[in-house]
């Protein structure tokens, strides 16, 4: 009776920000380019004053471009492979084009992960800098993406979650007209927000080097495996658990293993 009575927002945001006249040959600005800009922006951001505050292993500015845009090609390259990879095989046996249209949706986490690591091998090896320094610093301005990430996810009404009739329900009209769980929202906060807000504390307390990243690591995995139990397993199972949450296990062990590891560096 109490969920018949409530009035449950459905969902109707466009996808694409602002729309180019017709004729251009493209739809226009997505949210979902948006929000990896925002994200590259703020980590921007956060380097510069980190590394002003002497709390980075960068040296100059020039150190915070090139591992950005090392950052950039591994987001972006291990996202959409990672994506394809471990979720859309089929689709891109169909259409293997797909793989470049990453404005309608499509990234993975755990490629985009697996991206910026390499990333960090590079550039520490590049500047001849302690990689566990530089992975701290990865870990440290991973999270504004992540956030600004699910945001999108939202809006383009992907990733939707369970069933339910609690009050913030969101009613996805491709989903059906079942209200669901903003999912999308909880992962935005699990894996964005507290992570970021984990970070600003912990990062000028000068820790070992790793200690952060595998504290990030750790707090990631958590906010993930919780989330994915109020969204739609539209990906499977694996072992009983849903993809996401299966492929974040890796994740969970990497980083108690740094917690682990800094600690006895630093005994």
């Known amino acids: 009776m109490i969920a018949a009575a409530l009035a449950f927002w459905t969902h109707d945001l466009d996808p694409v920000a602002f729309r180019f006249p017709a004729g251009w040959g493209l739809a226009g600005v997505h949210w979902y380019g948006l929000a990896y800009a925002a994200g590259f922006l703020v980590a921007a951001g956060l380097l510069g004053y980190w590394r002003r505050a002497g709390l980075t292993p960068l040296r100059s500015a020039l150190d915070e471009s090139t591992l950005l845009t090392a950052v950039m090609v591994g987001v972006i390259a291990g996202g959409r492979l990672g994506h394809v990879l471990l979720y859309a095989r089929a689709e891109f046996a169909a259409d293997p084009l797909m793989l470049f249209r990453i404005w309608q949706g499509g990234m993975a986490s755990h490629g985009g992960f697996l991206g910026v690591l390499l990333a960090g091998v590079w550039f520490a090896r590049r500047a001849r800098v302690d990689f566990f320094s530089v992975g701290d610093l990865l870990c440290a301005i991973a999270p504004a993406g992540l956030f600004f990430g699910r945001l999108a996810n939202f809006v383009n009404a992907e990733l939707v979650g369970n069933p339910t009739s609690v009050a913030w329900a969101v009613i996805f009209p491709r989903e059906g007209p079942e209200p669901r769980h903003p999912s999308q929202l909880y992962e935005a906060f699990g894996e964005g927000l507290l992570p970021l807000l984990w970070v600003l504390v912990r990062l000028p307390r000068r820790l070992p080097p ?26 499977g199972y694996v072992l009983g658990l849903t993809a996401g949450q299966f492929w974040t296990l890796p994740l969970a062990a990497l980083g108690l293993f740094l917690v682990l590891r800094s600690r006895r560096a630093a005994e």
């Open 210 to 235: 790793g200690r952060l990243a595998g504290e990030f690591l750790l707090l990631y995995s958590a906010g993930r495996i919780v989330s994915e139990c109020f969204r739609s397993a539209q990906d």
